[in-house]
C-alpha cells in the first residue's frame, strides 16, 4: 500500500470512530434529557426520542449562542445543556431519582453498534450543491468564526439554521462528513415510525396483529422512492421530514391523553422550536402545524405556552439579529424583511386567534375547524393564482409532471390512489392524518410560489423536494384508513 493510501485510510479510520463516538454522545446527552424532563415515559419511547432530542439540544443550543453574540465554542456549548439540566432537576419535582439501568448499557451497545454500521459507507448518499455549499462550506464558517456575520450573506437567508448546525458537528469532533449521523436517523425513524403505527394499531387489533400492522407500514415506507430519496440526500429535507413527523405523531397522542401530554409537553415545546428553524418555511410549517393540532383538545394556554411560543422566540429572537443588528440584505434570498414581517404578523395573528377566538367566538363557524382551515388555504392558493397566475399554474404544471414523470417518486402515488379507491371512503368528519396531508400539500404550493423564481420539472427542485417530505404522513394515513377498515370487517363477521 502507497504512502497516500495509508494516509487516507488512517484519515478515514478516524472519522469513522469519531463520528460513530459522536452518535452515541448525542444519544446519550438525549436520553439524560428526556429523564430529567419526562416522567414515567414509555421505555420505549424514551429511546427513540434520545437521538432527536440530543440533536435539538446541541442545535438549539448553538442557536442561541449566535444570536446572542456568544461565543459558539465548545465551553459555552457544554455551559447551556448544564444549566437546562439543573433547571429541570430543581424545578421538576419529580416521584423518583434519575438512574440509569442495566437496560439503558444494553440499549447504548446497540446504538454504538448500530453507530458503527451508519458510518461504515457500506449505505448511499446523494450530494448537489447546495450540500457542499449550505450544509459544508457554511457549517465549516460558522465552526470557524463561531459567530454569525454579515458577510455570511445568503447563508443567513437561504438556510435552515438549526440544521446548520448539525452539519457542524464534524468541525467540532474531528470527523468530516455527517452521512453517519443522517443514516443513523434513518434507522432511529424506522422505530419512531413502527411504534407509532403500532400504537394505533394496538387500538383495533390484538398485539400480533399490531405489530404486523406496524412492520408492513415500515417496509412499505422505507421501500417507496420519495422516501428513499429523501432519506439518503445530505439536505435539510430529510431531518426536517423526521421532526415534523415526530411532532404530528405526538401531537395527535398527547391530545387523547392528558397525562401523556404532561409527560411529553416540554418533548413536544423543543421539537417545535427545533423545527421553525430547520428550514426556511420551517415557521410557516410550524404554524400550520399548530393550526392542525388546534383542532385537537387542547387548550389555549397550551396551544401558546408550548406550541407558538417557541415558534415566536426562534423566529423573532432570528429576525432581529438578521436584519437589526447585522442589517443583512442580499440581493437575492429566500428570506426577506417582507416576508420577515409577514412570519411575524402570522404568529400575532394566531396567538389572538386562541386568544380571542378559539372555543370562544363564532363557535356555529367553527364547529368543523378542519374545514375552515382546508378552506381558508384553499382560499389562500386561488389569492397567489390571481396575484400572479402564470408563475401559479406553471408550479401546479411541475408538481404535476413530477409525480407523473416519477421525478423522485416511482410509483408512490400511483400506488397510494389504488388502494386508497379499493378502500370505503370515510364517512362523517375527516380524520386528523387525512387533513394534515390535505394541508400540506395545500401549504407546499402556497410557500413554493413565495420563493423567488418557478419551480421546474426534476427530481432535485427544491418544492419537488418538500413535497416529497409528505411520504411518512401518507403511509400513516393510509395504516390507518386499512386499520379500521380491517377492524370493522372483523366486527362485521363477529
Known amino acids: ?33 428526556l429523564r430529567l424532563c419526562v416522567r414515567k415515559a414509555d421505555a420505549g419511547w424514551q429511546y427513540l426520542l434520545a437521538f432527536p432530542m440530543g440533536l435539538t439540544l446541541w442545535s438549539l443550543s448553538g442557536f442561541l449562542l449566535l444570536v446572542f453574540a456568544i461565543p459558539f465554542r465548545l465551553p459555552f456549548l457544554l455551559i447551556l445543556p448544564g444549566c437546562l439540566f439543573s433547571a429541570f432537576a430543581f424545578f421538576c419535582k419529580r416521584e423518583e431519582k434519575v438512574r440509569f439501568s442495566a437496560t439503558d448499557i444494553v440499549v447504548i451497545l446497540a446504538v454504538a453498534c448500530l453507530a ?51 452539519y457542524c458537528l464534524p468541525y467540532f469532533f474531528g470527523f468530516n462528513e455527517t452521512f453517519g449521523i443522517q443514516h443513523f436517523l434513518n434507522f432511529n425513524f424506522a422505530g ?10 394496538a ?30 440526500w445530505v439536505l435539510a429535507n430529510v431531518y426536517f421530514m ?16 392528558r397525562a401523556e401530554f404532561e409527560r411529553y409537553k416540554w418533548v413536544m415545546c423543543f421539537l417545535t422550536a427545533m423545527l421553525s428553524m430547520m428550514r426556511m418555511e420551517g415557521g410557516m410549517m410550524a404554524c400550520f402545524l399548530i393550526l392542525c393540532l388546534s383542532v385537537l383538545a387542547y387548550t389555549n394556554r397550551e396551544m401558546i405556552g408550548y406550541f407558538l411560543f417557541p415558534v415566536f422566540v426562534m423566529q423573532a429572537g432570528y429576525y432581529a439579529m438578521l436584519y437589526l443588528r447585522l442589517e443583512v440584505d442580499p440581493l437575492y434570498s429566500f428570506l426577506d424583511i417582507k416576508k420577515a414581517l409577514l412570519m411575524l404578523a402570522l404568529i400575532l395573528g394566531l396567538f389572538f386567534y386562541f386568544l380571542l377566538i378559539r372555543n370562544r367566538r363564532f363557535q356555529k363557524l367553527l ?10 388555504l384553499t382560499l389562500g392558493n386561488l389569492a397567489l393564482c ?49 387533513f394534515f396531508c390535505m394541508g400540506y400539500i395545500l401549504l407546499t404550493i402556497a410557500v413554493c ?21 409528505i411520504a411518512p404522513f401518507v403511509v400513516y394515513a393510509l395504516a390507518m384508513h386499512v386499520i379500521k377498515w380491517y377492524s370493522s370487517k372483523q366486527n362485521e363477521m363477529i
Request: aromatic content about 16%.
Open 367 to 376: 364547529t368543523y375547524p378542519e374545514a375552515f382551515i382546508l378552506v381558508g
Open 449 to 469: 410560489w413565495a420563493r423567488g423564481g418557478s419551480l421546474r420539472v426534476g427530481i432535485g427542485d427544491s418544492g419537488n423536494r418538500i413535497m416529497m417530505q
Open 242 to 257: 423526521d421532526f415534523l413527523f415526530i411532532l404530528f405523531y405526538f401531537g395527535y397522542k398527547c391530545s387523547h391523553d
Open 116 to 166: 458503527l454500521v451508519a458510518c461504515s459507507g457500506l449505505l448511499n448518499v446523494s450530494i448537489t450543491n447546495d450540500t457542499v455549499y449550505y450544509y459544508s462550506v457554511y457549517p465549516q464558517m460558522i465552526t470557524k468564526y463561531g459567530e454569525y456575520r454579515k458577510a455570511f450573506d445568503v447563508f443567513l437567508t437561504d438556510v435552515g439554521q438549526t440544521t446548520a448546525l448539525i
Open 203 to 232: 387500538q383495533y387489533f390484538t398485539k400480533k396483529r399490531a405489530v404486523g400492522a406496524g412492520a408492513v407500514s415500515v417496509l412499505f415506507l422505507f421501500t417507496s422512492t420519495p422516501f428513499l430519496i429523501t432519506a439518503k
Open 1 to 33: 500500500m502507497s504512502d497516500v493510501s495509508q494516509f487516507i485510510t488512517s484519515l478515514s479510520e478516524g472519522y469513522y470512530i469519531h463520528q460513530a463516538l459522536t452518535i452515541v454522545g448525542i444519544f446519550a446527552l438525549g436520553l439524560l434529557l
Open 192 to 201: 419512531i415510525f413502527y411504534l407509532s403505527v403500532y400504537e394505533t394499531a
Open 386 to 434: 390571481a396575484l400572479n397566475a402564470e408563475k401559479y399554474l406553471t408550479n401546479l404544471v411541475c408538481f404535476g409532471k413530477n409525480m407523473i414523470l416519477q421525478s423522485g417518486w416511482g410509483y408512490f402515488g400511483f400506488i397510494v390512489l389504488i388502494l386508497l379507491l379499493l378502500l370505503p371512503g370515510n364517512t362523517g368528519r375527516i380524520s386528523y392524518p387525512d
